[in-house]
């Protein structure tokens, strides 16, 4: 069974600057996806980047990155320039390519200061 | 957009009581998804559908069933309510039509306390 570990529950960061949120996963498969999820306060939760393991070019979405070690199994988010609607639960997730389910990591707490 | 609409934000229920949780979806999903979600456990999936009546447990299927009827709909049915079940639930559509590592997409949780 695949096991996803996110060791940081909460973290803080200035406004404008940059915070990186790690993920470490363990799976046996070769083929699969990564993906981080937030969760902002009371509301939905949301795509924020997603990973194909057979790509070896990171994933970036405007001032979302990540950095993907497949060797290390490991798949931290940057977050550049962050803003105070950055303020949320950020969930790694694993989804190995044959089957339908998502394994989440626990979770971080990530709050933007003024 | 997809849609993913749960049928209550907050529900209160007595310890013994039968509680469903609603969900519906308007993208014309094949997968439907239930988790659970508490502080330091991440998400844990209950129970997801990949078809009309079909079904499968995930990780923590004990003390819940579920129902899917519709494509569109899919209930979590708690049989007899337990303060262990004091969580919020989510529900989440995934297609496999979509190349694209079949993204989920939630909707808006149901926190649900057992007294």
């Known amino acids: 069974a695949q096991t996803v570990t996110q060791s940081q529950p909460e973290m803080s960061v200035q406004e404008a600057e940059t915070v990186t949120l790690s993920c470490t996963y363990d799976?046996?498969?070769?083929?699969?996806?990564l993906f981080w999820y937030k969760q902002p306060p009371s509301r939905q939760m949301i795509l924020v980047i997603r990973?194909?393991?057979?790509?070896?070019q990171n994933a970036t979405e405007n001032r979302f990155s990540v950095n993907f070690q497949k060797a290390a199994k490991s798949f931290s988010l940057k977050i550049s320039d962050s803003q105070l609607g950055d303020t949320a639960m950020y969930f790694c997730?694993?989804?190995?390519?044959?089957?339908?389910?998502?394994?989440f990591g626990g979770g971080t707490r990530l709050m933007v200061k003024p | 957009d997809v849609k993913v609409t749960q049928s209550s934000r907050y529900l209160v229920k007595r310890t013994g009581e039968k509680v469903f949780l609603e969900c519906v979806q308007d993208?014309?999903?094949?997968?439907m998804f239930w988790y659970r979600q508490d502080p330091g456990l991440g998400l844990r999936l209950i129970y997801f559908?990949?078809?009309?009546?079909?079904?499968e447990k995930g990780d923590i299927p004990e003390g819940y069933s579920v129902s899917r009827e519709k494509k569109e709909r899919f209930s979590l049915i708690l049989e007899s309510a337990s303060t262990n079940q004091t969580s919020m639930y989510l529900c989440?559509?995934?297609?496999?039509?979509?190349?694209?590592?079949?993204?989920?997409?939630f909707g808006p949780g149901t926190r649900l306390l057992v007294l």
């Open positions: 989440a559509s995934s297609s496999t039509r979509e190349f694209s590592g079949e993204t989920q997409y």
């Open positions: 799976t046996s498969e070769s083929n699969y996806y």
């Open positions: 990973q194909e393991a057979y790509k070896q």
């Open positions: 997730a694993f989804k190995n390519n044959a089957g339908n389910m998502l394994t």
């Open positions: 993208m014309d999903h094949e997968n």
């Open positions: 559908s990949y078809d009309v009546k079909m079904k």
